[in-house]
């Protein structure tokens, strides 16, 4: 009878709590510290299993673990009884489920032992460790842009969508006995191989997908208010495709909500869409269980992500990066508009693998087909980031899509990395062009009719390409002879863009990382992979400043600057690129040709 009674007052408690926490940023809901928790006490626990009511799930307290998640970060360690809960089992989804014993809230259900156990025993995040993110999200300064938050600290693999280790360490049976419950991670409008392809990606990003069924709809409304034990879903991208990972609330007032008890990507401050979830169906089994959840109605923005769990805001807007895929060369064009998250991290991933998921799901998709990608990256402050490129199946094996992917991954990663300043990206707009043909095409050969020449002099260079299963394919290229060229050999380099870019990347130490507007410049001066260029190299040292490329510098300027190479401010080469040439031809191009000619 006493339980009963205990029932009744918490579940008066969840039923009000929308009101009950609003007048202030502390918690109303009586809190029982984790010194007052002993072994064999009762309470209730509360969670979504279908729909977006929270049903009671009995527990028992069987101890406290303590320092088990770190220094000072115990963990209370309860069997949870009930016909539902054990048959399902402690599932992913189930992280944030709030805990009651005599009415108080003592914590969130966050962790499970190992990985096929038979009994539903769960570890409990201390509430008082999870307001410990309250307390620090009142404490940010005002004046803080979401851009600022957006600079996102080292990503550890951890709990949320996650493994917590890496399975071929030492360490790795030790994590399984104690490990968080895994946020299942929904999918929405991708292909299986898309998740596949780029799961390491994801990995190095703090993320390791835990396929969940389910899909976002944040046009649907959802009148029933977040209570603690609602079902919650973090946005990672959302739009014509979607990923979203879903827990449950912990504890909310009328600013803010805590949940899952443990981090989603532990990336401290955060700017990801908060939405309310619908939970379709708990899916039990001994390997992977989960809930089915559907994402729905946006409610804010969750803006801390911690070792102790998430926290969201009510009054947030979450600024997104805007995407925008058309596709030209199919029976109609199509459209892809998305937004995914600004985060060092996440944002290159989620751009690689949206743009190979478009491409692998159009049914004009082939082993043979070339793309021609056109756009730009709008970076708020600084010019737009020019994409201009061609790609084509190459005799490797890997995917034209996957390249492609693989190249705009390396531009975002570029602009996040740099120590400066957080890049505040305002848009992607990319527009390709789908050729149902292999256009790839090798150097085979170059020459020219000269051997000397004198400065000024203009010399045509012949170039013939070996297209795959065509004919060759010759074109001509002009270049003049600068005046101020000395006696003596000139080698002449016949190339793709990318042996120039790679000469430049080598040249400038890819090492080093440039400021914001230096990348971004540097990024604009590659070279299209879809010419073919005539390079004029002379035996003069040339310097390279950031962005800046200074020729055939003489000596005594060279001791000049001598001190800045000191610093690793200037990088030198010892060639000079003293002019350049290029014609476009309709192929992605490979191959590299050198011929010395002599200066008089």
């Known amino acids: 009878m006493k339980f009963v009674v205990r029932f009744f007052v918490t579940a008066l408690l969840l039923a009000s709590s929308a009101c009950a926490f609003a007048q202030s940023t502390a918690p109303n809901v009586p809190i029982m510290p984790l010194d007052q928790v002993k072994t064999g006490m009762k309470g209730v626990a509360f969670t979504v299993f279908e729909g977006t009511q929270p049903e009671p799930m009995n527990l028992v307290v069987l101890g406290v673990l303590r320092n088990m998640t770190g220094p000072k970060s115990d963990v209370i360690l309860i069997r949870l009884q009930g016909k539902k809960v054990e048959y399902t089992g402690v599932v992913a989804g189930m992280s944030g489920s709030p ?3 005599d009415g108080k809230l003592v914590g969130a259900i966050a962790y499970r032992i190992g990985e096929f156990s038979k009994e ?6 201390p509430i008082g460790q999870m307001l410990e993110i309250n307390a620090m999200d009142s404490a940010q300064v005002e004046s803080d842009t979401a851009a600022a938050r957006n600079a996102a600290s080292q990503a550890t693999r951890t709990s949320g969508p996650g493994i917590t280790s890496d399975p071929t360490s030492n360490t790795s049976s030790f994590a399984n006995v104690m490990k968080p419950i895994e946020t299942p991670l929904v999918f929405s409008g991708f292909d299986e191989n898309a998740i596949k392809m780029f799961a390491p990606q994801f990995a190095s990003a703090g993320v390791t997908p835990v396929m969940g069924a389910g899909s976002v709809d944040t046009s649907i409304k959802q009148p029933e208010p977040l209570v603690p034990g609602s079902a919650v879903s973090a946005l990672f991208v959302r739009g014509d495709m979607s990923i979203a990972g879903t827990c449950t609330v912990t504890y909310v007032d009328a600013q803010r909500l805590l949940a899952c008890g443990h981090p989603i990507l532990n990336y401290g401050a955060i700017d990801m869409p908060m939405t309310k979830a619908q939970v379709l169906a708990t899916l039990p089994s001994p390997a992977n269980a989960f809930k089915i959840v559907n994402a729905t109605e946006p409610v804010g923005a969750f803006v801390q992500d911690r070792h102790t769990g998430i926290l969201g805001r009510f009054d947030e807007q979450p600024k997104m990066i805007p995407v925008t895929l058309t596709f030209h060369g199919t029976s109609k064009p ?8 600004n985060n060092a991290k996440i944002t290159p991933v989620a751009m690689m693998a949206t743009v190979f998921n478009a491409l692998q799901g159009m049914n004009e998709y082939g082993e043979d087909t070339t793309y021609r990608m056109q756009g730009d990256i709008n970076v708020a402050g600084f010019p737009k980031l020019e994409l ?8 490797g094996g890997q995917p034209t899509a ?3 992917a693989i190249s705009l991954g390396e531009k975002f990663s570029r602009i996040f990395d740099n120590p400066y300043e957080t890049p505040n990206i305002q848009g992607v707009e990319l527009n390709f062009d789908l050729i149902h043909d292999r256009r790839w095409a090798r150097l085979e050969t170059a020459r020219t009719d000269v051997t000397e020449v004198r400065p000024g002099d203009e010399i045509t260079i012949e170039t013939v390409l070996r297209p795959y299963r065509g004919e060759q394919v010759v074109r001509e290229i002009s270049v003049k002879i600068p005046t101020s060229s000395p006696k003596g050999q000139l080698r002449i380099l016949i190339s793709d863009g990318d042996t120039l870019d ?7 130490n890819t090492s080093r990382r440039f400021d914001l507007g230096s990348t971004i410049a540097l990024l604009n001066k590659e070279h299209e992979n879809s010419r073919v260029y005539v390079s004029l190299l002379e035996a003069n040292p040339q310097a390279m400043v950031e962005d800046k490329v200074m020729p055939t510098l003489p000596l005594s300027v060279m001791n000049v600057m001598e001190g800045m190479r000191g610093t690793q401010d200037m990088v030198v080469v010892g060639e000079s690129s003293v002019n350049e040439a290029s014609t476009p031809v309709d192929y992605v191009v490979s191959g590299a040709q050198v011929i010395t000619i002599d200066v008089k």
Do not use: C
């Open 99 to 101: 805990v009651y014993i």
């Open 120 to 125: 539903p025993i769960a570890g409990v995040t």
């Open 334 to 341: 199509k459209t892809f508009h998305y937004e995914v998250l």
């Open 388 to 395: 201009q490129n061609m790609f084509a199946p190459t005799d």
């Open 402 to 404: 996957y390249s492609m």
């Open 502 to 508: 790679k000469m430049r990347r080598t040249g400038s």
